[in-house]
């Protein structure tokens, strides 16, 4: 099968559209999936499916196949994007699960159990549109930097040793 240049572009553009819609609706519907949650497990609902057949939130979790850890941090994004700093689920499928979970410690912070803003929700869209194009690594590094403020890179050379059967990693200081 030999493709023409533009067709070959053609189909580059229909993927990278496909991509961000696929995106955009693995956040839409782990966002409402974690309103509706959220309301099960601070409500105990489901104690009062099929006569209280699940006696706690991590069971009903494993009836629908999902994880009690995948729960949870789904649960706190909506919490603390959605419920605290009141931004609107449709404006947040603009960003991926990883680049909300990654930024919500610049964001919130959890003092005595509960979630506290630390930053405007104006700052906090916009933060997210600046870091919409970094890639995970250049994310992190960016909040590093930004908790660290302007300083002057220091670096110590690291190399590793690797178990030729297991991967196992470990540094070597030189």
């Keep these: ?29 782990g966002l409402e999936m974690a309103n ?47 419920c605290i700093a009141e931004i609107d689920i449709k404006s947040l499928t603009e960003y991926s699960i990883t680049q909300l979970r990654t930024l919500k410690p610049t964001f919130f912070n959890k003092e005595d159990g509960e ?17 919409d194009i970094l890639t995970q ?7 590093r930097e930004e908790e660290i403020g302007n300083h002057e890179h220091e670096f110590e050379k690291v190399s590793f040793k690797i178990c030729k059967q297991c991967r196992l990693k470990e540094k070597l200081y030189v």
Excluded: C, P, W
């Excluded at 553009?13 to 693995?26: I, Q």
């Excluded at 690594?137 to 909040?143: A, E, S, T, V, Y």
């Design 1 to 29: 099968m030999k493709n023409s240049l533009i067709e070959i572009n053609k189909m580059d553009r229909d993927l990278r559209k496909l991509s961000k819609s696929l995106n955009e609706t693995k956040v839409l519907v």
């Design 36 to 82: 509706r949650l959220k309301e099960f497990k601070d409500h105990k609902l489901y104690k009062k499916i099929d006569d209280g057949i699940y006696d706690n939130f991590g069971s009903y979790l494993e009836s629908l196949g999902a994880s009690i850890y995948s729960v949870r941090d789904v649960i706190s994004i909506y919490e603390t994007y959605v």
């Design 115 to 131: 979630y506290v803003q630390l930053k405007t929700k104006n700052q906090i869209i916009k933060m997210l549109g600046e870091t």
């Design 137 to 143: 690594k250049d994310l992190r590094q960016k909040i």
